[in-house]
């Protein structure tokens, strides 16, 4: 069975890059201190955490919620924000609460991204150059970059590097 992804539509079709349009979703986001690995680790458990019963339903009964990819990792202010997209049959009103304050859950507007599609390992050094090389397609579009970059991981981790995927996700303004 395939694992649900958030809804888009791809608007320039430029392998390795393209420009999405994504329909709005919900996230159960989380922010971690500390360099990328250890934060990713953290914030992975804490949002695994939520949808595997960390949670309490309005029914007063804790509830397993489906695994859904990507996990995304982008930086903030001296931490990183960790969020997994719910299921699309979910909403904030059908979600149930997290038990964990540090989770918490939000609406994410439609909104359009610039993506590079890249596999192995997601090091400082392959965010970096995939980074760069994103940005540079986004100024060859005149495109305008309205936010930072995102890393978007679709795998688990034991996932073969040579068949992970991996994006660079930068929100654009078309």
Same mark, same amino acid.
């Given at each position: 069975m395939?694992?649900?992804?958030?809804?888009? %539509?791809?608007l320039?079709d430029? !392998? &390795?890059?393209?420009? /999405? /349009?994504?329909?709005g979703?919900v996230?159960a986001e989380?922010?971690v %201190?500390? =360099?990328? =690995?250890?934060? %990713? *680790?953290?914030?992975f458990r804490?949002?695994?955490?939520?949808?595997?019963g960390?949670?309490? #339903?309005?029914?007063?009964t804790?509830?397993?919620i489906? @695994?859904t990819?990507p996990?995304?990792?982008? &930086?903030q202010?001296?931490?990183?924000r960790l969020?997994?997209? @719910? $299921?699309?049959?979910e909403s904030l009103?059908?979600? &149930? !609460? &997290?038990n964990?304050?540090?989770?918490?859950?939000?609406t994410?507007?439609p909104?359009?991204?610039a993506?590079? *599609?890249?596999s192995?390992f997601?090091? #400082?050094s392959?965010?970096?150059a995939q980074t *760069?090389l994103?940005? %540079?397609w986004?100024? !060859?579009?005149k495109l305008?970059?309205?936010g930072?970059?995102?890393?978007a *991981?679709?795998?688990?981790p034991?996932?073969?590097p040579w068949n /992970?995927r991996n994006?660079?996700?930068?929100?654009? !303004? $078309?």
């Open positions: 395939a694992i649900e992804e958030p809804a888009f %539509s791809v320039i430029d !392998k &390795p890059y393209e420009l /999405r /349009r994504y329909e979703y996230v989380t922010l %201190s500390g =360099d990328f =690995d250890s934060a %990713s *680790r953290a914030g804490r949002i695994a955490g939520y949808i595997f960390d949670n309490q #339903a309005a029914s007063g804790q509830r397993n489906a @695994m990819a996990v995304t990792v982008e &930086p202010d001296n931490a990183w969020h997994f997209v @719910m $299921p699309s049959a009103a059908t979600l &149930p !609460k &997290p964990n304050p540090e989770v918490r859950l939000r994410v507007e909104h359009f991204v993506s590079i *599609r890249f192995g997601t090091t #400082a392959s965010i970096e *760069r994103l940005q %540079s986004i100024t !060859k579009q305008e970059a309205i930072q970059a995102q890393v *991981r679709y795998n688990d034991f996932t073969l /992970r994006e660079i996700l930068i929100p654009v !303004k $078309p």
